[in-house]
């Protein structure tokens, strides 16, 4: 099922009447439509056809790339000192850190994932106003899996034809044959796909020679699995139901929809009416309006999602542009231009049917904007990442009681001081306050000035700060790197009651 939006309800009408968008009604001279032919088999899976072209070219060569990069980057090792995993890009669950590179996000850092995550956002939605769901059609793993699936698929069945031939024909060994081997194909793939997936979560090359070895752990064995059979169900069968029904992007197309945006679409003031070559000349020889389109239903046939990309911008279209290629085929056969169906602005198909000139508005408040906030984000999470210290301060004052008043007169206040080392070698810290005239002690330290902390460890304190003329007073307790001279801060209060 497509989910269409009728963006201009009269043509659409007027165009389902069997008239040309560019036609008025007086002309109604143009041949009855017939129904758009459908991609998919009544109650059947989408069957799409092969297409080749720049834009196929294009498909092919980000889907190397990114399976590339998905299949090594476990990998690529980092060195980060002796105490510290050496793998490039790690999510370390049993230690609660993620591992990108130089940066180590600690659970403390969890703002900066969520500032990235923002960040990520806007860069979808800036991508949106400029060419749709470019990313669904060209990088998202959903596509990238499916095509490889489908690929596999048709080297093993051959092309749509065939494919079609088969769902109605009997069981033969052949077809057994052909079958098993896809399904086989299909499950190598998801299992290599999921095997992958946790060395995302361990050490890849101590994991792969476990592997090697047949000492697969318990845990291991299940996440491969889980991820493999997740892959085969999702590419293998699910494939363009994810992207029009599971996935949330299409859903969000109803209120981020933008007729500027550089989007799949089909010029009906060109294509339309659409007839046969051959009945197309003979109207024109006849003086009758014919258009580009001979409704050949290649551009359906390729289709992935399985819509009719003429029937008018559709919330479920990818933005592919397999289409594109497909119609660009048929045109380059006719010795007509290229360009019936393209990467072109709603806006634009609006232009032309007006007979006006079609202009290019990438730059745009919302465009200038989203980019402009997207590079600002960008900058506060660089600068933040470049600012991070490897050492957290935390003062918590005890509750009960606030404060006790001593023999002599002075007051004393009691804290939970915690130290957190994030790196990978010992720290040792001098703890002072400052804000306060206030005797500073730890209980079970001698000196305050040498508190070693363990790497990727934490050091919990008790301290005590006592005053001989009391009074309610604001304490910032600091902690000073020995090494490196930089100074932790935390703020808490000095009462009397
Ligand atoms: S209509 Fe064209 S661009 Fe949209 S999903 Fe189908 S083939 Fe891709
Ligand atoms: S591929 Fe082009 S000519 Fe063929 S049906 Fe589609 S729009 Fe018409």
């Not at 989007?263 to 580009?292: C, F, H, I, Q, W």
């Not at 730890?442 to 460890?457: C, S």
Request: charged share 20%.
């Amino acid at each position: 099922m497509a989910i269409t939006i009728e963006i201009d309800h009269a043509r659409t009408r007027r165009m389902a009447q069997g008239q040309g968008p560019s036609q008025s009604p007086a002309q109604g001279k143009a041949p009855a439509r017939k129904p758009a032919r459908s991609p998919r088999q009544p109650g059947g899976p989408v069957v799409p056809q092969g297409v080749r072209g720049p834009i196929r070219r294009l498909k092919w060569l980000i889907l190397m790339l990114t399976l590339t990069v998905y299949y090594v980057t476990p990998f690529i090792r980092w060195n980060r000192g002796p105490n510290a995993p050496d793998q490039a890009v790690l999510l370390d669950f049993a230690h609660g850190k993620l591992y990108l590179g130089p940066a180590e996000i600690w659970p403390q850092d969890l703002y900066l994932i969520t500032a990235a995550m923002l960040l990520a956002t806007l860069i979808l939605i800036l991508v949106n106003a400029l060419a749709g769901r470019l990313w669904c059609g060209f990088a998202c793993p959903q596509t990238v899996w499916t095509d490889l699936f489908l690929l596999v698929e048709r080297l093993v069945e051959g092309d749509r034809r065939q494919r079609l031939k088969n769902l109605s024909s009997p069981l033969t060994a052949k077809r057994v044959a052909q079958i098993a081997t896809k399904h086989a194909l299909w499950m190598l793939i998801a299992l290599l796909t999921g095997g992958t997936l946790i060395f995302y979560f361990t050490d890849a090359p101590e994991l792969l020679r476990d592997l090697a070895h047949g000492e697969m752990t318990v845990t291991a064995l299940t996440w491969t699995l889980v991820f493999a059979g997740t892959t085969y169900g999702l590419a293998g069968f699910a494939r363009e139901q994810v992207c029009t029904f599971m996935c949330p992007w299409p859903r969000l197309q109803g209120a981020i929809w933008d007729p500027e945006a550089f989007t799949v679409n089909y010029r009906d003031y060109r294509g339309e009416v659409r007839m046969s070559a051959k009945k197309a000349a003979e109207a024109r020889a006849l003086g009758e309006p014919a258009g580009d389109c001979v409704d050949c239903g290649a551009c359906v046939a390729v289709c992935p999602i399985g819509i009719d990309i003429r029937q008018g911008p559709n919330f479920a279209c990818i933005n592919c542009g397999l289409c594109v290629d497909a119609c660009d085929g048929v045109m380059a056969r006719l010795d007509r231009p290229r360009g019936l169906i393209d990467y072109e602005s709603w806006e634009n198909i609006e232009r032309g049917r007006a007979g006006e000139p079609r202009v290019s508005r990438l730059l745009r408040p919302k465009t200038v904007g989203l980019a402009l906030a997207s590079v600002a984000l960008a900058g506060v999470i660089a600068v933040s990442f470049a600012t991070k210290t490897s050492a957290v301060l935390s003062v918590q004052h005890d509750r009960d009681p606030l404060s006790v008043r001593l023999s002599d007169g002075s007051v004393r206040n009691a804290y939970t001081v915690k130290l957190l080392n994030k790196s990978s070698g010992v720290q040792r810290f001098k703890l002072g306050v400052t804000g306060v005239d206030a005797a500073l002690a730890i209980v079970g330290h001698a000196q305050a000035d040498a508190i070693e902390v363990e790497p990727d460890g934490s050091e919990t304190l008790r301290v005590t700060l006592t005053m001989p003329e009391p009074g309610d007073a604001d304490v910032t307790f600091q902690a000073v790197d020995a090494r490196s001279r930089v100074v932790l801060t935390a703020h808490d209060r000095f009462v009397n009651r």
